[in-house]
């Protein structure tokens, strides 16, 4: 959904599901990624404008395995322009 909402005044849409592609083979990338992810699958993305960040997250799906993508916890801190 990311395409669509940086058309709007977004600044930031957080995201994540797409564990980061869960098993990734070096130079390729992932072996498979949810449906929907349209590519957006692990960290920051900027557009127009506005900005997403996917999380990797710490769980996994299909297959109980990751490989070469560490799960993770993230921490944003949102600050008041001025």
């Known amino acids: 959904a990311f395409n669509e909402l940086s058309k709007f005044p977004i600044n930031l849409t957080l995201a994540g599901h797409a564990h980061g592609g869960q098993i990734r083979i070096p ?3 992932p072996l498979w990624t ?3 992810t349209d ?3 692990s960290g920051w993305y ?3 404008g ?3 960040f996917v999380l990797r997250g710490i769980g996994w799906s299909v297959a109980p395995i990751r490989w070469l993508c560490p799960p993770e916890i993230v921490s944003i801190f949102l ?3 001025h």
Do not use: A
């Open 79 to 81: 600050v008041p322009q």
């Open 46 to 48: 900027f557009s127009s």
């Open 50 to 52: 506005s900005t997403l």
């Open 27 to 29: 130079f390729l990338g």
């Open 34 to 36: 949810p449906k929907g």
């Open 39 to 41: 590519g957006y699958i």
